[in-house]
């Protein structure tokens, strides 16, 4: 029988769920370390020596969640090996893979209950056939459930042969790039200034390529070095367009990598039919528009498959485009990305009208250097090893990169001032 395969984003949590007798023990024995394991069988018999004794069945998951909690916080692969077929078991469990920024991944065993009932007969335990029947009662019950619950993947073995054959392919979270050392340029909020962005690449010691009507498609380094882009390249200037097709060559052929910005997170659900595109984003539409739906629907694929952050250089360089604090590094949920995308608001206002974001960096005391941008200040500035990048080129600044390891700066000024910002008076201006 061929292998069933199973994608599991590692780490996170990983939820067995299915009647006693499905299968549940010995599928997560043939694909997970012991390590990875936490039974319910194995918590009853940690409290009161027996795994079937149901009187310790509540201190038993009182230590399975514990178990659990501890191992998510320490980003670890977590898989729980019990019948979960209940709502609020699984509930309980994914709110800790929610407070711990982590995927959840159901594995569901649909095996017959009269199967399920045959295997339990031989175990020494042999727990009772109408509990088992109960449970895989329940389970076609959930079914329905699971799919609208929170939980990132949901696999469905149907029958045995499935589960038998099931193997399990773990991968890292698209976050994670902590085995790639670079050397990197790390650049700022590009915004559509495209002329610039080129010259800040030429001065980095990038050698551009065009198409054949001159137009700059890729850019690769010499001495093997990459581009790494902290979001915002579109919208407020004058060629949006053209610095994401620089953007999307650079990163389809590996010369750099990318992390989106809170307009390209616009930009998608613009390009969905959601939402009512104004002022930047309008134009932005309008320029991809002209290059037609062939060229959109790049732009779509690239910008929403972009991970919302990356930890880069063994765990010592992250980048986010609006920053990101040390507890979330390396995760991966809905907060984490909402952080990456447009840092924290206090629910304050400045005297500009614009949202007051929480000083996080000033509070920052991770390793790793946190390199990102979205809000623009007049000079690059080191704060607890953490350095904004966005000079507000397309207010009439400068568009600036730092590059890593060596953690030296380069910036270009703008050619001239797009937009007025509403701090402009802080923003240095174009000479």
Known sequence: MNDRPLDLPSPGLVMLIGPSGAGKSTLAARNFAPTQVVSSDH?????????????????????????????????????????????????????????????????????????????????????????????????????????????????????????????????????????????????GDVHGCRREWEELLRRLGYRLHHDGSGRAVDADHPEGRRAVLLGDLVDRGPDSAGSLRLAMGMVESGNALAVPGNHEHKLV?????????????????????????????????????????????????????????????????????????????????????????????RDYRGRAVVLYGHTPVSSLEWVNRTLCLDTGCVFGGWLSAVRYPECTTESVAAWQRYQRHPHSEELAPAE
């Open 43 to 187: 918590c009853r018999a940690l409290v009161s020596d027996d795994p079937a004794d149901q009187r310790a069945t509540g201190d038993a998951f009182a230590v399975l969640h514990h178990l659990v909690d501890v191992r998510l916080r320490n980003k670890r692969l977590t898989v729980v090996d019990a019948t979960n077929v209940r709502e609020h078991d699984r509930q309980g469990l994914l709110r800790l893979a929610k407070q711990h920024d982590l995927p959840a991944t159901a594995v569901v065993l649909d095996v017959p209950a009269e199967e399920c009932v045959a295997r339990n007969a031989g175990r020494q335990d042999k727990p009772d056939p109408a509990v088992t029947r109960q449970q895989h009662a329940e389970l076609h019950r959930a079914l329905g459930k699971v799919e609208n619950e929170r939980f990132r993947r949901v696999h469905v073995l149907r029958g045995a042969g499935e589960v038998d054959s099931a193997t399990v392919r773990p991968h890292g979270l698209p976050v994670d790039r902590a085995h790639d050392h670079g050397p990197f340029d790390v650049i």
């Open 269 to 361: 659900r613009a390009l969905r039919g959601r939402g009512r595109p104004s002022g930047g984003l309008a134009r932005t539409l309008e320029e991809l528009s002209a290059w037609g739906e062939e060229f959109e629907h790049r732009v779509l694929e690239f910008c929403s498959g972009l991970p919302h952050h990356y930890v880069l250089a063994g765990g010592d360089l992250v980048v986010a485009h609006a920053g990101l604090p040390r507890h979330y590094h390396g995760r991966d949920s809905g907060r984490v990305r909402s952080f990456a995308l447009y840092g924290a608001p206090t629910g304050e206002r400045d005297e500009a009208g614009l949202p007051v974001r929480h000083p996080w960096a």
